[in-house]
């Protein structure tokens, strides 16, 4: 006798004229396959968008950066000429520069009576500040007018991804222009560096920033002290770090089989069970009439 393979068919087939199709199984049927197509669409749109995910660690994510960090400043003095507009740079390693103009320009503003500076410059990873002052001006002057606005103040890299939000401008759009002409400015930074790192496995480094501030006017034996935009840092020992993941097409199909599977299960019992009662009912019905 010859092997027969079809034994081994779990899927056997039943004849059409051995099944009878129902209303409600038609109507069930309908709101299954629905269903399905449904969840089906919303896993498609989970696979193909990438999500970004952060965690946080304790270490220097950019060990090739030679303990620099890049500054980007940009801020406007509309009272102050820009002769007298200067940057200086001072930190716990012994920096201390006065007057720092590379990598930077002033920009005339109101005819000449105010000043916009934009530098990029680096900073050392220790404690330490940067100012914008009038101390690299020639001949100071007897009340220099601090008010000002901030229009980017950012560290590292610019990340540009859209499911990364984080304060790495925290202080863009700070106005100040209302403030006292003859206080100094105290911005206390908290630096944290962060990582990005896209689906291709590539990483940029940036720095997000906490803020707080305070206005003040100084005063020595002397006299009053001279007013300054203190921008004072310290670096958090916590890294963020944000990776870009897209979900992977195993655990996709393993979705859908399970959306398929399940749903025409449940559909499948909730069908017997409605078949049955009905039957179950006409039953007593006919019991009833005899």
Not at 43 to 63: A, H, I, Q, S, W
Not at 98 to 124: T, W, Y
Not at 152 to 179: E, I, M, P, Y
Request: contains cysteine; hydrophobic residues 35%.
């Amino acid at each position: 006798m010859p092997f027969d393979f079809r034994r081994f068919d779990i899927y056997r087939k039943v004849p059409k004229d051995l099944t009878q199709p129902t209303y409600t199984g038609a109507i069930i049927s309908i709101c299954c396959c629905l269903f399905i197509l449904f969840l089906f669409l919303s896993e498609l749109t989970g696979f193909v968008t990438t999500e970004v995910v952060n965690e946080l660690y304790v270490d220097d994510p950019d060990k090739d950066s030679g303990g620099k960090i890049d500054v980007n400043l940009n801020i406007s003095l509309p009272n102050l000429h820009c002769e007298l507009v200067g940057l200086d740079i001072q930190d716990e390693m012994g920096r201390h520069e006065v007057g720092h103009i590379d990598n930077s320009m002033k920009i005339p503003l109101n005819n000449g009576a105010g000043c916009r500076f934009e530098g990029q410059f680096s900073i050392n990873k220790v404690p330490g500040n940067f100012h914008v002052s009038t101390h690299s001006a020639t001949a100071q002057p007897q009340n220099p007018d601090m008010t000002h606005i901030i229009h980017k103040l950012s560290f590292g890299d610019t990340l540009q991804v859209q499911n990364v939000h984080g304060a790495f401008n925290a202080l863009g759009g700070a106005d100040r222009l209302s403030s006292n002409p003859l206080a100094s400015h105290d911005y206390i930074l908290k630096i944290v560096p962060t990582v990005f790192e896209d689906k291709s496995g590539k990483q940029q480094y940036s720095y997000q920033y906490t803020v707080a501030n305070k206005e003040y006017v100084a005063y020595s034996h002397t006299g009053r002290i001279i007013p300054a935009i203190w921008f004072r840092y310290d670096l958090s020992p916590i890294t963020v770090k944000y990776t870009e993941r897209r979900q992977p097409l195993y655990r996709f199909i393993t979705t859908i089989c399970a959306i398929i599977g399940g749903t025409f299960t449940v559909a499948g019992i909730l069908d017997s069970c409605i078949f049955t009662a009905s039957e179950a009912w006409k039953k007593i019905q006919l019991g009833k009439m005899h």
